[in-house]
């Protein structure tokens, strides 16, 4: 197993313009190999260090725990698809998890069988990708962009998160390209690779883990291999599904008071040290 976790202590340039400062420290969950055990022990070993339980569907925020999606549609798994839509929604009240895509939506679908399965769009997909957890995948459709935002679960995305961490199962990473970036309450991180595996049906892991007074993550970027799905696949051209998200418990995020609240704060301390000054005299 290729298995790693380190802590980075480098600066990282910000990928947003309301996000200036940048992060400067967390620790990396990296995992790739032929089959799903050989990721297993990095994708526990991640789970342990967002905390238990697995709060599911409970109303948030809690104080421990965190949350997973897997796709699958509960017990007994589902097989059959679903039409890509976006913004996804499925999960943003029960779980606090929203995604987007500049395509033409997301989809959960097994690779083969079932109503709107993978292969569908392309027969190779049948011996490319494997699910981590059966039956489903989760993939973009269009675009090989997914963004991911955070809310307290319950109050069906109206109220914003952010969490500890964050990681994500990828099926068949060939090449160079797939990668996961993150926004903070602290600043940004550039994208962080996925590590890669040659050969089909093959299972990579990213997860990242901020420390205390790292702030939260309050959104990521999941760019999955070289082009959206269609093409065949070719030693140039890189196509990459995904499965299993886990991230920490959405905690919501402080808020602070706009430019015009400041202000009239600072005029009523002015007046009031004012009042003081007069009163003394």
């Known amino acids: 197993m290729t298995s790693m976790m380190r802590s980075v202590g480098c600066a990282f340039f910000a990928l947003s313009l309301f996000l200036p400062t940048t992060v400067s420290a967390f620790t990396?969950?990296?995992?790739s190999g032929a089959n799903i055990v050989s990721v297993s022990d990095t994708v526990d070993a991640f789970r342990a260090a967002l905390g238990n339980p697995n709060n599911g569907n409970a109303p948030g925020p809690l104080a421990v725990g965190r949350r997973e999606i897997n796709w699958d549609g509960g017990g007994p798994p589902v097989i059959d698809g679903t039409a890509p839509v976006t913004p996804f929604t499925v999960f943003q009240n029960t779980r606090g998890a929203t995604f987007t895509t500049p395509g033409a939506?997301?989809?959960?679908?097994?690779?083969?069988g079932g109503l709107l399965s993978l292969d569908l769009i392309n027969p190779q997909y049948a011996a490319l990708f494997a699910p981590f957890s059966p039956n489903r995948l989760f993939a973009?459709?269009?675009?090989?962009i997914t963004d991911g935002f955070f809310s307290v679960?319950?109050?069906?995305g109206t109220v914003p998160a952010g969490v500890s961490g964050f990681g994500a199962v990828f099926s068949d990473v060939d090449l160079a390209g797939t990668s996961i970036a993150f926004n903070t309450?602290?600043?940004?991180?550039?994208?962080?690779?996925?590590?890669?595996f040659t050969g089909n049906q093959t299972f990579s892991f990213l997860g990242l883990l901020?420390?205390?007074?790292?702030?939260?993550?309050?959104?990521?970027?999941?760019?999955?291999?070289t082009t959206a799905l269609g093409p065949s696949e070719t030693p140039q051209t890189d196509l990459v599904v995904m499965d299993d998200f886990l991230y920490g418990e959405p905690q919501a995020l402080a808020v602070v008071p706009e430019p015009g609240s400041l202000t009239l704060v600072s005029l009523a301390l002015a007046g009031l040290g004012f009042t003081r000054r007069r009163k003394q005299h």
């Open 28 to 31: 990396i969950f990296s995992d």
């Open 105 to 112: 939506g997301l989809t959960q679908a097994a690779a083969t």
């Open 140 to 144: 973009p459709i269009g675009s090989n």
């Open 153 to 156: 679960p319950g109050t069906g």
């Open 185 to 196: 309450t602290m600043g940004a991180i550039a994208p962080l690779p996925v590590a890669t």
């Open 210 to 225: 901020l420390g205390p007074g790292e702030g939260l993550i309050t959104n990521v970027r999941i760019i999955t291999g």
